[in-house]
């Protein structure tokens, strides 16, 4: 069974980047699936931010695409998130997770996030 | 965007009882639609896809149904570890978004 662990600093500086890392075990990276970052405040509940496939093709939330990059390291078996010029809007507990495709009748085929992270807590300061 | 609406935002139910969750889609989204369950303190927890296919393991008082624009999950014989807040999903096309969340009390 795939785990999903996120890491990196608990506090980031209002117009900083925002850098986290989540490292996949139990699974290899370079499988046919998209791996994602989503965030979930108060505010504005689950967000999803955006998605990376192994040969590092992404896919972004508009809302969020002018400042986010997410990149992955096969070789480490994890992937990146660096949202830039943060706020206190950015402030958020953020999950890493698995995007499985899964067979589905009435579909051509559905992605679920089927596997998460614990989940890291980031906090903007000014 | 698509936009996901869940209703009601909370409800009270007891152990035994039968609770329905709705979700709607601001657009038809046909089956592409998923349930999670999230406990305090905990990520998310996959349940449902395509609208009706429960994910392995996922007890059997669970199930959804729907297409289109409407969607329902229903959870039969309410169990204790079933208070919980359930977020629908639509796979439909990027950006995927989630409702606003059910809180199960």
């Known amino acids: 069974q795939v785990q999903l662990q996120e890491s990196g600093p608990g506090l980031v500086k209002s117009s900083g980047t925002l850098s986290l890392t989540c490292a996949v075990s139990g699974g290899a990276i370079n499988s046919d699936n998209w791996w994602s970052w989503v965030r979930q405040s108060p505010g504005k509940g689950l967000e999803w931010i955006g998605e990376?496939?192994?040969?590092?093709?992404?896919n972004y939330n508009p809302s969020l695409k002018s400042r986010v990059s997410i990149s992955v390291d096969g070789s480490k078996n994890q992937f990146s998130l660096h949202l830039t010029s943060v706020t206190a809007a950015d402030s958020a507990l953020y999950y890493c997770?698995?995007?499985?495709?899964?067979?589905?009748?009435?579909?051509?085929?559905?992605?679920?996030?089927?596997?998460w992270g614990q989940g890291t807590l980031v906090t903007v300061s000014s | 965007d698509i936009q996901m609406t869940q209703s009601p935002s909370s409800l009270s139910a007891s152990v035994g009882d039968r609770v329905t969750i709705t979700c709607r889609a601001s657009q038809s989204i046909t089956k592409y639609l998923n349930w999670y369950q999230q406990k305090p303190g905990k990520a998310p927890e996959f349940l449902i896809y395509?609208?009706?296919n429960l994910q392995s393991g996922v007890p059997s008082r669970f199930s959804g149904s729907g297409s289109g624009t409407e969607f329902t999950l229903t959870i039969n014989n309410l169990h204790p570890e079933d208070f919980a807040t359930y977020y629908c999903q639509h796979c439909y096309r990027s950006p995927w978004t989630f409702g606003q969340g059910t809180r199960v009390e």
């Open positions: 395509g609208a009706s």
């Open positions: 990376v496939f192994h040969f590092g093709n992404t």
């Open positions: 997770a698995r995007s499985l495709a899964l067979a589905a009748p009435g579909t051509y085929g559905v992605r679920a996030f089927d596997s």
